[in-house]
């Protein structure tokens, strides 16, 4: 299937942290919308990731501290667009779908939008990985309040706001903070059902009982922090303007 064709949507920027994902990036930059910028977050991948993803046109970041969260806030420091959008980069999720999140944002129907992982085919999503999510999940709604069943990798946002937030996770803990964050500030926080698929290659994090223990741990020590009062109006552009 070619490039999806973004008729509704406004621009975004698609973070895509990337570690050793050479096989799976076709794929996934083919489904960029037409008219967004795909940016590639190199993380130290050593299979030609970087050369594949700027050959195909993708902004190509290098990350040279590993971790999750440390390529990921790389991309959203590296974005311009008004509105940043984040996917893993192993073919697992459909950044074609990001369209209609972004749309939600746009239309003021919410201020976070995350994707919430339904498993198409077998092996799509590991038991153990599965059953760390939905623990996760548990401790996040008691946390928070707001009634959400997975920390998809799937979501959209506007840049500014997410700036504010003052994220400082930089290891599996990144997507949770920012949702902690998020609903400490009052944001309007979405889900969308979205297909979850047999990822390509070997995960860095679930692939293992061992790396989701330690994205659990990860994410349990940001659920310790304490609420944060919510950033001034405008904090986020003045982050934005210090890259």
Request: net charge positive; hydrophobic share 45%.
């Amino acid at each position: 299937m070619g490039r999806v064709t973004n008729l509704t949507a406004p621009r975004a920027d698609v973070v895509l942290p990337c570690l050793n994902e050479a096989a799976a990036l076709p794929w996934v930059l083919e489904r960029i919308p037409a008219g967004w910028r795909a940016i590639v977050v190199d993380n130290g991948s050593t299979d030609g990731s970087a050369a594949i993803a700027r050959a195909l046109g993708a902004t190509v970041v290098h990350e040279s501290r590993r971790g999750f969260g440390a390529a990921c806030h790389a991309g959203l420091l590296a974005a311009d667009a008004d509105f940043v959008c984040f996917c893993d980069c192993d073919a697992s999720l459909d950044p074609g779908l990001l369209p209609g999140f972004v749309r939600s944002v746009a239309d003021g129907d919410a201020d976070l939008v995350l994707g919430r992982r339904r498993p198409r085919g077998r092996g799509a999503w590991p038991v153990h990985a599965r059953l760390g999510n939905l623990a996760l999940a548990r401790m996040m709604r008691r946390r928070t309040g707001a009634a959400l069943h997975d920390l998809g990798p799937l979501r959209a946002a506007r840049r500014a706001p997410l700036l504010a937030l003052g994220l400082t996770d930089r290891r599996s803990g990144y997507p949770l903070e920012m949702v902690v964050r998020a609903a400490d500030a009052g944001w309007r926080i979405a889900e969308r059902d979205v297909p979850y698929r047999p990822r390509t290659g070997v995960s860095k994090v679930t692939g293992t009982w061992r790396g989701t223990w330690h994205a659990v741990r990860d994410m349990r020590a940001v659920l310790r922090q304490p609420p944060r009062a919510p950033a001034a109006p405008g904090d986020g552009d003045r982050a934005g303007a210090t890259r």
